[in-house]
């Protein structure tokens, strides 16, 4: 692999950090915005939001460091 090559996967996977980053973010923010606010009803709705919100906070927190640590592990042959 070229020193080329190495810096663009490097790049495009820094890039899929964030993005899962930013994505997750939105999505805590819809889930809290649905748990308690009146978007969808009066009172919030707990149903929905709180699972959107887990669904962002495991995208924004757990699934960029799973990501990671699987990129800097060795591949295996």
Not at 13 to 38: E, N, P, S
Not at 60 to 72: D, E, F, G, N, Y
């Amino acid at each position: 692999m070229t020193p080329e090559d190495r810096e663009r996967l490097a790049k495009s996977r820094w890039q899929m950090l964030q993005l899962l980053r930013f994505t997750g973010i939105v999505l805590m923010i819809l889930g809290m915005w649905i748990w308690a606010g009146d978007i969808l009803r009066i009172g919030g709705w707990p149903l929905i939001g709180l699972p959107l919100f887990a669904l962002g906070a495991f995208e924004a927190i757990v699934l960029p460091s799973l990501l990671a640590r699987q990129w800097k592990s060795p591949p295996s042959e």
